[in-house]
């Protein structure tokens, strides 16, 4: 089947799909947790296929991590779907109802956006969970996942098209692309594609963004600092810098720099270097990181870098401000802290920090849908537009104007007949 025949298949799918009840939408996320249960030899059994194809493969360790969909997942991905489960239905929210003359109501009403190409990277759990967003907030979703994870991710969507038929939802809510000739296919598919979201590099973002005229929302990397300020607590400050590190070092809110200011750096440095070297990460340093410590000298390119693998850089500011300047012109707008008990410079750092996730005290790990109640994520946004952070139900949403009257005519309006009141109504309106 051609992709132009799977982007319309999906969107007819999405016509039955965004009008079905939250009933129906709830009873797929339960079916597919028992769905994952019921198949969950052949997925194991596929996913051991993939993990020793890319090692072969020569695929990095931390990478290697991120593949593995074990017991241990599995269990996360079904409190992710009965948590999603709980949450509210997104679709038909009244936002507001203003009055535009008496007996005329305007009401901004939640609805699904269509149909939404997911691209992500070889993690065989983000398409269950990017999939159950989708449906829940009554979207078809294209998915391409990493060729690392092909056999898994064709094992769950083998359980992913069950359970939409078992909920009595069509089997083209979701659908799952296979090669990179598709994803150049996808995108030329305008008329049915109302969505992309990439989940890679920023280069990666803007070759789709160059070459489609579908919207793109960029989900790119993720360039997370923490900065240690000069009223950090010092115990405070190794053990959430070393956690935003080595907690999961492959994933988009890990550490990848850290910034200390001058005041603590001779005595926070040595103490975090010898953390490091327990967990067997690798420094790059700054001259005067390099001054206080032996370690690799860091490049221009360093400060600009996601490792997702064992290397930090560190740098020694001399002010909370030019912390926030390296942020905003290094970072990439994803996750970044500050450890400090100074609330003011904390306040500072959260309203200059230029990121979709600003912290106090707290590990750049936190970033996450699932953590934030979200039931799970699409990604990270990193932009400005639709939506940013962790990218739940309320980001595959989009809205539309419904206008109630009884009769009312624009000449009306213009001889005087009826006045235009523009009254908010504050009350619950309900259409």
Request: glycine share 6%; hydrophobic share 40%.
């Amino acid at each position: 089947m051609s992709v132009h025949e799977i982007s319309a298949r999906s969107k007819q799918a999405f016509y039955t799909l965004s009008a079905s009840d939250l009933i129906v939408r709830n009873h797929f996320l339960l079916n597919l947790a028992e769905e994952l249960i019921r198949n969950k030899n052949e997925i194991f059994s596929a996913n051991q296929s993939d993990f020793v194809r890319a090692k072969e493969e020569g695929l990095s360790a931390p990478l290697l991590k991120r593949l593995i969909f074990d017991e241990n997942k599995l269990l996360q991905i079904q409190d992710s779907l009965h948590s999603l489960a709980l949450l509210p239905d997104p679709l038909n929210k009244t936002v507001f109802c203003h009055e535009i003359s008496p007996g005329l109501k305007l009401y901004r009403v939640t609805c699904a956006i269509g149909v939404i190409g997911i691209i992500f990277e070889s993690r065989p759990d983000a398409l269950i969970q990017i999939a159950s967003l989708a449906i829940k907030s009554g979207n078809s979703a294209l998915l391409k996942g990493g060729h690392e994870a092909a056999e898994t991710n064709q094992q769950l969507i083998l359980s992913i098209q069950s359970a939409l038929k078992k909920s009595g939802l069509p089997v083209d809510s979701a659908q799952l692309l296979h090669s990179r000739e598709d994803v150049n296919e996808m995108l030329k598919e305008e008329r049915n594609i109302d969505l992309l979201i990439p989940r890679g590099s920023n280069q990666f973002v803007r070759y789709l963004m160059n070459n489609t005229h579908i919207p793109v929302l960029g989900h790119s990397d993720g360039i997370c600092h923490v900065y240690v300020d000069s009223e950090a607590k010092m115990e405070t400050a190794l053990k959430v810098a070393l956690d935003s590190k080595i907690q999961n070092l492959s994933v988009c809110n890990a550490e990848e720099t850290l910034l200390v200011h001058e005041a603590i750096a001779q005595e926070f440095i040595p103490r975090f270097e010898q953390l490091l070297k327990e967990n067997h990460v690798e420094i790059r340093g700054d001259g005067k990181t390099r001054e206080i410590i032996n370690c690799k000298k860091a490049s221009e390119e360093d400060w600009a870098t996601e490792y997702l693998d064992a290397i930090l850089s560190i740098r020694v500011v001399n002010s909370l401000q030019q912390a926030i300047d390296h942020i905003n012109l290094y970072g990439s707008h994803h996750t970044d802290c500050i450890i400090t008990e100074n609330s003011q410079n904390a306040s500072i750092f959260m309203n200059e920090v230029d990121s979709s996730s600003v912290y106090q005290n707290v590990s750049t790990r936190f970033a996450d849908g699932f953590v934030y109640g979200f039931g799970a994520e699409v990604g990270i946004a990193t932009g400005k537009l639709h939506a940013r952070g962790p990218m739940g139900l309320d980001g595959l949403v989009t809205y539309k104007y419904k206008l109630i009257g009884h009769g009312q005519t624009m000449a009306e309006v213009k001889s005087g007949k009826i006045q235009y009141t523009h009254k908010v109504i504050s009350e619950n309106c309900p259409l």
